[in-house]
């Protein structure tokens, strides 16, 4: 089992920066993917990235291309979304999710991750 829990989520102004993080318990994340998903209110939830914790690839859905980057601390056993340039658009409440998915994979729909945090709220004002 893999308890994941994420934290920095807040209110931001457009154009602000927010870094949220996923700290993992219960297993070292070797071989897994690590995903962040978000759901705003009204709308399906929507892949945002993920980053293979062996290989270290990642892959981003368009729209934060460029704004967002995906990372990982080995030694914290957490994950991180630097989100930069914010939008309006990008807020959402925001989930980190794993999949022991072997040492390439980069998946990206909701229903191929095992474990999911609670979620962090991200507002950002116009």
């Known amino acids: 089992q893999v308890q994941l829990v994420e934290s920095g989520g807040g209110l931001v102004q457009a154009g602000g920066s927010l870094k949220l993080s996923c700290a993992a318990s219960?297993?070292?994340?070797?071989?897994?993917?690590m995903g962040w998903f978000r759901q705003a209110p009204g709308k399906d939830s929507e892949f945002v990235a993920v980053?293979?914790?062996?290989?270290?690839?990642?892959y981003y859905t368009d729209s934060v291309k460029g704004r967002f980057t995906i990372s990982r601390d080995n030694a914290k056993n957490t994950v991180y979304l630097q989100m930069n340039s914010l939008k309006p658009e990008d807020t959402a409440v925001y989930y980190c999710?794993?999949?022991?998915?072997?040492?390439?994979?980069?998946?990206?729909?909701?229903?191929?991750?095992?474990?999911w945090g609670q979620g962090t709220q991200v507002t950002v004002s116009s």
């Open positions: 219960g297993r070292t994340l070797r071989n897994y993917a």
């Open positions: 999710a794993g999949k022991n998915s072997g040492r390439i994979s980069l998946p990206t729909h909701i229903n191929e991750y095992d474990y």
């Open positions: 980053i293979n914790w062996s290989s270290g690839g990642t």
